[in-house]
Structures are given as structure tokens and as C-alpha cells.
């Protein structure tokens, strides 16, 4: 009798310790996204619906097998970013599986779809929020059982990059390579703040997005990039034209203001109709003569900036996550070139490949005109 | 009435009429002025302070300018100016002889699925890089939208060949040809990323920024040539008009002058919408505009629509430099807003009148 007691008393602990142990392992999540809901899930996510696909890269800053986590995304990074994916996919051939919900922008979003493949939560960005464009999607997926956070990396990232990346750590549990990785970001930023505490000028400069391919010149306005271009210590000609995220110039205007510098974006997406190609994939030769051919445009030899040789060229897509701290420390340099001597992004990324990120980058993501 | 007027009411005749020519000629000649004038007026507007007398001065002696603003004068305003001017006559033309022609006044290039063909033709190499081997990536968009345009036009002429004269037959599948291409731009821009897409509404929405003298002497090659052309064909058109009966037994080939219209048409579309994309106003309002002021005679229709057609580009032009400073609102959209009232207050006089 005792020892039948004895036997239950010790199964019962047993069974209290695993239900402990099992309750350690899964914890709830909860969590407050950047568009100021909160979201409660029973455990850290394994399964992510990825509605920016772009996103893989702040991923990959957490997580050393970033894929492993997709149950499901939008095709915009395999499309868009074709050379990245092409990185990402030499590292995790597996990459290729994961199902494809959407072919391009938001609006292709497949709900029942994306419902079907049961992801453990859907990370939307801030287009799905209520109010945005495709609102419907993030009601939808709710309705069917399937937590919903929004993260922004696209909107407004000079203020919500840090948020959002903590806040996709928390999701899947990653909440200390968050920690690390943000605090490397902050040093890096406060370092631009400081060099510039001393300096009184700030050069006029033309930000074209996407350059060379659609009519001169479509720049950031004060928002969205514009506030990177801002806090690097830069005045940007486009940021009077239009307070909100872009700006379209007439190629008057730009010759009136005569920018000091100019910085053209581009990448894979712009090959095909003739824009500037820069980031994975391209060789030095091919992107210098892109930029070349961007500033050979009719009426661009008379722009200070062009004369003065201070044409530079940025890979597009890394604006839009995590990494955006390169590009501001390229567009630092580029505007301060002699407060920011010890200011070097190539020296940065290495540190970022070498200590966050699952799939390094490789290439040419910034360059001078010489 | 008697049945046939004797001399002296023949020569009151013939004096009116020339009374007739001579205040449609002296129109004619108004309408240019004002051409000019817009013209020059877009020559003188910019975001920077270089005026008409310094644009004047500048046209005429090539060190009164500095680097900048010679740039601003050779590479941005003349360029614009240029191509709108050109814009307008080849728009207006082509609309003026696709209504005549149709006998239907809704008739236009945009009407009849030319403009969606060419913004088709523009998706394809914006959104998914498709364009025709061998073209130099800077030209791809223009290229495919004028392939695209011509191919549209080449439909509609195989449906005249076809079918011969019923003009209902062509008006249905030029909208047919409307309706399947706007759904075949719609299924390109449900595929586009949004970099992509903002390219091609900017360029669905036209925009004179994307001039450059190449453009314009292209485009001045298509006009010099098929103008002369379509004033040549004035007579038969004019008969035309009078209807398909009448002009055939005048002895004018229909079928053969629909043709021709329709080739001068296609080429004078498909070219201009290739360098600025689709503004769709001019083709439609500029012929009507002319017929409200001149009338039917096609020898100073044609001209008169050309003209109009030129004004409205050239003052829509100087409106879309001017609403917000240092922005280039896209020409289609200001050309609707310029031309509407303009085209209204024009019908309501006449509905007055009658």
C-alpha cells in the first residue's frame, strides 16, 4: 500500500515537473507591434508567414537558419532582389520550397492560401495595418485563428527599424541576438552623431531612388529616407518638394539647385530597362558604367556634384531593413568625408557578416565615380 | 425656290463663300499665333528664375548663358516645349482623322485601345523587362509602347480589310482591343513590385520629363511627313464625311482612304505616346475644339485640329510646371484639366446658339 502511494506520489511529481519543464520550453509571447496592438502567442513562433519577403534579412540577423522559420511568404525578395535571394539560396537550397502566397506587392496576397499552410503568426507590414491598402488580409487571417503582428521596415525606418526587428525576435524568441545586433546599430548611428557634432555644413544632395529608369528624378521626401539623408548630415533637394515619402523632381529644379553630391540607388530589379545595377551579382566594371550612363543623362554634366566627382551609387534594397545603417554610414561619409575619415561602412559590414548575420553579404553595395 | 440659282445668286454665292475662306483662313492664322505664343510662354516658364528674355537671348547667342542654365535651356526646356508642341499636332491630327473617318465623334486614339496597346506594350518592359532584342535599354519602354500601339492599329486595319467600310465593326473592336488591353496593364501591374508599379502609373500618366532632342527630332520627322499627307487626303475626307455613299460616288476609294488614315494614324499615335505615354484629351478635345471654331472643311479642320492640339499641349505643359514649384505634375492629368473647360464652355455656346 505504501509503496503504491509512494509510486503515485512519485508520478504525480513527475507529471507536475514535465508540465513545469514543457511550460519553460513554451512560455507565451506577448507582444506589442508597430501598430500599438497587442498580440499574445501561446509560444515563440516556428512557423512565420512572411508577407515582406524582404524581411528574410532581419531574419537572418537573428537567426542563424533564417528559412528553417518560413512556413510561408510573398515572392517579392526572390523577384525584386533576385542576386540576394541567389545568396540566400547557395546557402539554404531549401529556400525554393517554401510555398509562395503572393507573386509581387501586397495586393497579390493569397488569404486562404496562406490560411491553408497554418503558420504559427503572420508577420505583415504596416500596408495590412488597419487603414492601410490591404486591411482586409490581416482581419481575415485573424478571423481564422492566426495572430497577426505588423512590423515596419519600409514606412518610416529611421524610426521603426529597431522596433520592429525586437519586435520579430521577441516573436520567435530570439530576444538576446535582438539585443546584440541593436546595440551594435546604436553605437554605429550615435558614432555618425558624434563626428557631426562639430561640423556646420551640410552639403546639398539629390537622392534618386531607383536611378536611371524613371523620368528625372524621383528622390525620397523629408520622410522615409529622407530622414536618413537628414541624420546624416546632409540637405537634401527633394525634402522641400514633398514632406511625405517621395518626391518626383523636374530635372529644372535639380539643375537649379545644383546638388554638391549625388547618390543614385538601384539593383537587380533595374537590369532589364536600364537603370543603375549595383549589390550581389555585378562586377565593378558594370556598375561604374551604369552609373556612368545614369549621369550622362542629358543636362546631368552641368551638376556640381558631377563635376566635382561626387556621383556615388547605393544598392536599393538594403534601405528597407536592418542593414539601412550601411547606407547611412556610406551616405555620412560621402557628405562629411573628412569628419567621418574613421567612418567606414565596408569595415562595419564585415563586422555584421563575421558576427549576425546567417548569410553574409557579398559585393558591391556602395560606390564612387572616380 | 427655283431649281437652279441664276448668275447673280450664284456670284452671291461664291462671294460668300469666299467670305467663308478668307474668316476661316484668318482663324487659322490666329490659332498659330496663339501657338506660338504658348510656346514661347512654356519656353519662359520653370522652377528657376531664367525667363523669356533670357531664353530669347540665350536661342540666339550661346555665351549670354551659363553652364547651368544653358543645361536648363538646351537639355530641359526646349526639349519639353518642343515635344509638346509636337505632341499636340500629332495627337490632334490623328484624332481628327480617326473621328472622320469613323464618323463617330467618341473616336480618338484613346478611345479605340491604341493608348491601352501602348501602355501594354510600356508595362511589359517596366514591370517584367520584355522588350524587342536588339533595342538599347534605354529605348525598351518607348519601343514596346510603340510596337504595341502599331500592332493595335494593324487589327483595326485588318478589320477594315476584312470587313470593309461598316465603321460600327471597327468602333466595337477598337473597343474591344480598349478593354483587353487595359485588362491585360491591370494584370502586369498585379505582378509588379511597388517600384515597378509607380513607374508605370507615372508613365501611363504622361509626362513631357522625359523629353530629349532625339525624341524630338523623331517625332518632328513622323509629323513633317504625315501632315502634308493628311491635308492631301482633305478633299476625299471632306467627301467622306458627307457620307460613305455620297464619297463613293464621287469616285473616291473608301476602303483605300480608311487605310491610308489609319496608317497615318497609327504612326503618328504610336509615336508620340511612345515618348510621352498616354495622354489621352488632346486626340479627342483638340479635333472637337477645332470643328466648334472652323467647322467641317477638312482643309482647315485638319490644320486648325493640329493647332489646337499644340495649344492645349503647350499650355498644359506651362500649367504642370507651374501648379507646385519644383514638381512636374504629369502632363495627362493637367491636359484633361486645361482642355475640360475650355471644351465645355465651347459646347455650351454652341447648344446657346442653336
Redesign the interface.
Known amino acids: 500500500m505504501a509503496a503504491r502511494i509512494r509510486r503515485s506520489l512519485l508520478l504525480a511529481l513527475v507529471c507536475v515537473l514535465a508540465t513545469l519543464s514543457a511550460r519553460a520550453v513554451a512560455q507565451p509571447v506577448t507582444v506589442t507591434d508597430v501598430a500599438g496592438r497587442t498580440v499574445t502567442l501561446a509560444q515563440p513562433a516556428q512557423r512565420i508567414l512572411l508577407a515582406e519577403g524582404r524581411q528574410i534579412t532581419a531574419l537572418a540577423l537573428l537567426h542563424p537558419d533564417p528559412v528553417s522559420l518560413l512556413a510561408g511568404w510573398l515572392g517579392?525578395f526572390r523577384?525584386?532582389d533576385s542576386e540576394s535571394y541567389a545568396l540566400y539560396r547557395a546557402r539554404f537550397p531549401a529556400i525554393d520550397a517554401v510555398p509562395v502566397i503572393g507573386?509581387?506587392?501586397d495586393?497579390?496576397f493569397a488569404v486562404e492560401q496562406a490560411i491553408a499552410i497554418k503558420p504559427d503568426v503572420a508577420v505583415l507590414g504596416v500596408s495590412f495595418a488597419p487603414g492601410g491598402r490591404s486591411n482586409d488580409v490581416a482581419r481575415q487571417l485573424e478571423a481564422a485563428g492566426i495572430p497577426v503582428v505588423f512590423t515596419d521596415f519600409f514606412v518610416n525606418p529611421f524610426d521603426n527599424t529597431i522596433p520592429s526587428l525586437r519586435l520579430l525576435a521577441q516573436v520567435i524568441g530570439r530576444d538576446a541576438q535582438a539585443d546584440a545586433y541593436i546595440a551594435f546599430y546604436r553605437a554605429h548611428m550615435q558614432r555618425i552623431s558624434d563626428r557631426l557634432a562639430g561640423v556646420k555644413t551640410r552639403p546639398t544632395i539629390l537622392f534618386e531612388t531607383?536611378a536611371g529608369?524613371?523620368?528625372?528624378c524621383?528622390a525620397p521626401g523629408a520622410g522615409n529616407i529622407g530622414r536618413f539623408i537628414t541624420f546624416a548630415g546632409g540637405d537634401s533637394i527633394s525634402a522641400?518638394?514633398?514632406k511625405g515619402p517621395?518626391?518626383?523632381?523636374?530635372?529644372?529644379?535639380v539643375?537649379?539647385r545644383?546638388p554638391e553630391v549625388y547618390v543614385g540607388t538601384g539593383g537587380a530589379?533595374l537590369?532589364?530597362?536600364?537603370g543603375l545595377v549595383i549589390g550581389p551579382g555585378f562586377d565593378r566594371a558594370t556598375i561604374l558604367a551604369r552609373l556612368a550612363a545614369v549621369v550622362a543623362r542629358?543636362?546631368f554634366?552641368?551638376l556640381k556634384a558631377v563635376r566635382d566627382k561626387r556621383v556615388h551609387g547605393l544598392f536599393?534594397n538594403i534601405m528597407a531593413t536592418p542593414l539601412n545603417l550601411l547606407a547611412t554610414e556610406a551616405l555620412a561619409r560621402w557628405l562629411h568625408p573628412e569628419a567621418m575619415k574613421d567612418v567606414d561602412p565596408d569595415a562595419t559590414m564585415a563586422e555584421i557578416n563575421a558576427r549576425f548575420l546567417a548569410v553574409p553579404m557579398q559585393g558591391i553595395y556602395w560606390i564612387d565615380l572616380k | 425656290m427655283t431649281a437652279s440659282p441664276g448668275p447673280a445668286a450664284s456670284a452671291a454665292i461664291a462671294k460668300a463663300y469666299g467670305r467663308v475662306v478668307r474668316r476661316r483662313a484668318v482663324l487659322l492664322a490666329v490659332l498659330g499665333l496663339i501657338a506660338i505664343c504658348a510656346f514661347m510662354l512654356d519656353l519662359g516658364t520653370g522652377p528657376s528664375n531664367l525667363g523669356w528674355r533670357e531664353v530669347l537671348r540665350g536661342l540666339f547667342d550661346a555665351g549670354a548663358l551659363n553652364g547651368a542654365q544653358s543645361a536648363i535651356l538646351w537639355e530641359v526646356r526646349l526639349p519639353q516645349a518642343l515635344l509638346a508642341l509636337l505632341v499636340g499636332l500629332a495627337l490632334a491630327t490623328a484624332g481628327a482623322e480617326m473621328q472622320t473617318i469613323l464618323g463617330n465623334p467618341l473616336a480618338s486614339p484613346f478611345t479605340l485601345g491604341v493608348s491601352s496597346a501602348s501602355s501594354f506594350g510600356a508595362a511589359l518592359a517596366i514591370v517584367l523587362g520584355i522588350g524587342i532584342p536588339g533595342v538599347p535599354q534605354n529605348w525598351i519602354v518607348s519601343a514596346n509602347a510603340f510596337v504595341f500601339a502599331f500592332i493595335a492599329v494593324i487589327v483595326l486595319q485588318s478589320v477594315v480589310r476584312l470587313r470593309g467600310s461598316g465603321t460600327d465593326i471597327l468602333v466595337l473592336c477598337g473597343i474591344a482591343l480598349f478593354f483587353t488591353f487595359n485588362a491585360l496593364v491591370a494584370l502586369t501591374q498585379f505582378l509588379a513590385s511597388q517600384q515597378a508599379l509607380q513607374q508605370l502609373v507615372f508613365w501611363i500618366m504622361g509626362s513631357l520629363s522625359r523629353a530629349s532632342m532625339d525624341k524630338v527630332r523623331l517625332l518632328a520627322v513622323v509629323v513633317v511627313i504625315a501632315l502634308p499627307f493628311a491635308q492631301r487626303a482633305a478633299w476625299p475626307m471632306m467627301a467622306l464625311r458627307l457620307g460613305e455613299d455620297r464619297a463613293r460616288s464621287l469616285g473616291i476609294h473608301v476602303v483605300r482612304l480608311r487605310f491610308m488614315a489609319l496608317l497615318r494614324i497609327s504612326i503618328l499615335t504610336a509615336t508620340a505616346m511612345a515618348f510621352v505615354g498616354t495622354i489621352g484629351f488632346v486626340g479627342l478635345a483638340g479635333p472637337h475644339i477645332a470643328r466648334l471654331l472652323i467647322g467641317e472643311d477638312h482643309r482647315f479642320f485638319l490644320p486648325a485640329s493640329a493647332l489646337t492640339g499644340a495649344i492645349i499641349m503647350s499650355l498644359a505643359s506651362v500649367a504642370s510646371k507651374s501648379i507646385v514649384p519644383g514638381v512636374l505634375i504629369p502632363i495627362g492629368i493637367v491636359t484633361a484639366l486645361i482642355g475640360l473647360p475650355v471644351f465645355f464652355s465651347l459646347i455650351f455656346r454652341r447648344q446657346g446658339d442653336a
Not at chain 1, 529608369?213 to 528625372?216: G, H, K
Not at chain 1, 517621395?246 to 529644379?253: I, K, N, P, S, V
Not at chain 1, 537590369?271 to 536600364?274: D, V
Open positions: 517579392d523577384r525584386n507573386v509581387g506587392n495586393g497579390s531607383h529608369v524613371s523620368d528625372c524621383h522641400q518638394i514633398s517621395t518626391a518626383q523632381l523636374g530635372l529644372e529644379y539643375l537649379t545644383d530589379h537590369k532589364a530597362t536600364g542629358p543636362g554634366a552641368e536599393h
